[in-house]
């Protein structure tokens, strides 16, 4: 691969960034920038002529200096003047640095100022409005470093959570094979059940770290090794998927787990709130002066902050600290307190297994019911059913249900919200239906007022019971379509009817922030899969995670009812 002056002129600038950041003599800055300027302006290949045994130093701003440097760039991809520099500063100032409408002048003053390092501590910074009371900065560079944020998110860096869980476990059970008793967990987002990851933080207990540093490093899957330490060491697996490990001591153990699971905002309010008591936390333990006072275990850091313990899904500083401390933390929902799956599909429409099969599997998860909601007519390409299949479908409904004991088939329809805010099926089949899903599938770009109107009128149809994936998000692929949200929770409070929480990993909608909303306006929700097949019954811990992150009970959701009080509850939303 020849290098082209582009790149020679890349990394010139990069040099130059970085050492403006780091305070640097500005004549060796200026001497980078101009060089960059000057060899992306040339009409031959530097290379080329270096090659061709010219002297480089006669271009114009190229010394001697400057030429070795080309010729190592040119020869070894890289200069060791860069390699240096990225070694000294944070390694999250590159990633600020290629955010649009920031140059280096203004992220030396982040750095500086704000300690900013990363990404996410820019973020932080951003929504706590620190950005723009900086001087230069201004109200609309701070919204528009919180939108590239969010752009740059979207744009793949990070990756579903669902999708790592399988090279995460094989990961960690790699590094069991080293020490089979040494404590050893996922912390960070990771452990938070956030919907995406960024990256995996793995943490271990142990009092020989080299061992397994050194499996970690030469594990079969690692592409890269980023750092290489004796407690900490970070690579880049195959996947792209980065994964950081560090190794504490027993004693320090719960602090690290605390510390690692973070979030970043919860972490800065319990050591605030440990400042004011009088002690300090960190990834060691907790500490009163110089004196270890507790850290083996999370529980033993947060009773000795007067906390309850907190978990992890709540910790994104959003009131837990002080729920914890008045001891009224939420007693969350857990996947064992599911009872069935409201949102699944047959072979009928475009699900892979039969109802039979679907039935068979739920009651093999220890459930008592589901209903089977196929796809109505509109919906071609999942071939919909129309009114006369989805007879036929209850009657085979009623069959399974004669042959199967101590479980039931409910009869349901995830039936198409149409343009006008009708359903796709006649209310004289839906009222013979338990249960009705109402989603939207097409028109995705009607205007805000619209779409929310379209799906308030769905939602006054008297026999439905349940939104489905209220905004149409597909993670990392598609934003959600345009609805105003807060009014579809009201209007679903007073009409009585259940919002969904998909829990298809993509579409882990609605999202937290809105489901925490709709309960705490008396608004149930339902946590269903929207499986395809017999496996994806198993999506239910997904959704289960994000109701956590919305600290939701087990009241708050539909189908941890029994079978009598859902159908009392399905009869209430539909009187
Ligand atoms: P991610 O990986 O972007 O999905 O999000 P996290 O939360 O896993 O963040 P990560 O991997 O950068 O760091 C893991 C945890 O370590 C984070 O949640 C809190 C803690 N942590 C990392 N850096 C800092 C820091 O500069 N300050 C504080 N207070 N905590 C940090
Ligand atoms: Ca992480
Ligand atoms: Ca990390
Ligand atoms: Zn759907």
């Known amino acids: 691969m020849p290098i082209h002056n582009k790149d020679i002129a890349a990394k010139f600038s990069e040099i130059a960034d970085l050492l403006e950041i780091d305070n640097a003599n500005e004549f060796r800055v200026r001497a980078y920038r101009n060089a960059a300027r000057t060899i992306d302006a040339m009409g031959q290949d530097v290379s080329a002529l270096m090659e061709a045994g010219e002297d480089l130093t006669q271009i114009q701003g190229i010394g001697d200096e400057l030429a070795k440097k080309i010729e ?8 060791k003047a860069l390699e240096d520099l990225r070694k000294k500063l944070p390694p999250g100032i590159t990633d600020i640095l290629k955010l649009p409408g920031l140059g280096p002048k203004k992220v030396k003053v982040l750095y500086q100022e704000l300690k900013v390092k990363s990404l996410e501590d820019l973020e932080v910074a951003a929504k706590a409005g620190k950005v723009s009371a900086l001087p230069g900065m201004g109200k609309k560079t701070e919204e528009q470093i919180l939108k590239n944020i969010t752009a740059r998110i979207d744009a793949g860096l990070r990756f579903l959570r669902a999708n790592v869980v399988p090279s995460a476990e094989a990961l960690l059970g790699h590094l069991r094979g080293i020490e089979k008793e040494a404590p050893m967990t996922l912390c960070g987002s990771y452990r938070r059940m956030r919907d995406t990851v960024g990256d995996l933080d793995i943490l271990v207990a142990s009092e020989s770290p080299q061992p397994l540093m050194d499996a970690f490093v030469s594990y079969d899957e690692v592409d890269e090794i980023l750092a290489n330490g004796s407690t900490k060491s970070s690579v880049r697996l195959r996947s792209g998927l980065q994964v950081d490990l560090r190794v504490v001591k027993e004693e320090s153990y719960g602090a690290a787990m605390h510390y690692f699971t973070g979030s970043q905002a919860h972490n800065i309010a319990v050591r605030r709130r440990a400042q004011e008591m009088g002690f300090k936390v960190n990834e060691y333990g907790v500490f009163k002066g110089e004196a270890y006072v507790a850290g083996a275990a999370e529980e033993e850091v947060f009773e000795t ?4 313990y907190i978990e992890p899904e709540l910790r994104e500083d959003r009131g837990e600290i002080a729920s914890a401390q008045a001891r009224a933390l939420p007693g969350l929902v857990s996947e064992g307190d599911i009872r069935g799956d409201l949102h699944l599909h047959s072979t009928a429409s475009d699900g892979r297994n039969s109802i039979r099969e679907m ?9 008592a019911y589901l209903a089977v909601t196929d796809h109505s007519k509109r919906l071609t390409i999942a071939n919909g059913l129309d009114e006369k299949r989805l007879r036929a479908q209850m009657e085979e409904i009623d069959t399974v249900n004669s042959e199967m004991k101590g479980f039931t088939v409910l009869k349901g329809s995830e039936v198409d919200i149409m343009d006008d805010g009708s359903l796709d099926l006649p209310d004289e089949i839906l009222r013979d239906l338990d249960v009705v899903i109402g989603s939207v599938h097409h028109k995705f770009k009607l205007g805000i007022e619209e779409q929310t109107m379209r799906v308030m009128k769905a ?3 008297p026999y439905f019971c349940i939104l489905g994936h209220p905004t149409g998000r597909l993670l990392l692929s598609r ?4 609805i105003d949200i807060p009014r579809i929770i009201e209007h679903a409070a007073q009409r009585g009817c259940c919002l969904e929480i998909n829990g298809n990993p993509q579409r882990l909608d609605l999202h937290e922030i809105y489901a925490r909303a709709a309960i705490q306006q008396g608004v149930m929700i339902s946590v269903n899969t929207d499986a395809h097949s017999v496996e994806q019954l198993d999506l239910m811990q997904h959704g289960i995670g994000q109701a956590r992150r ?12 029994s079978l009598k009080d859902l159908r009392k509850t399905l009869a209430v939303i539909r009187s």
């Open 72 to 79: 190592s760039i040119v020869t070894t991809g890289t200069v």
């Open 305 to 308: 902050l007067g906390l309850a």
């Open 359 to 367: 039935a068979e599997a739920a009651k093999a998860r220890g459930y």
């Open 459 to 461: 939602m006054d149809n």
């Open 479 to 482: 934003e959600p379509y345009e």
């Open 550 to 561: 919305a600290w939701i009970e087990t009241k708050h959701v539909l189908n941890t009812r």
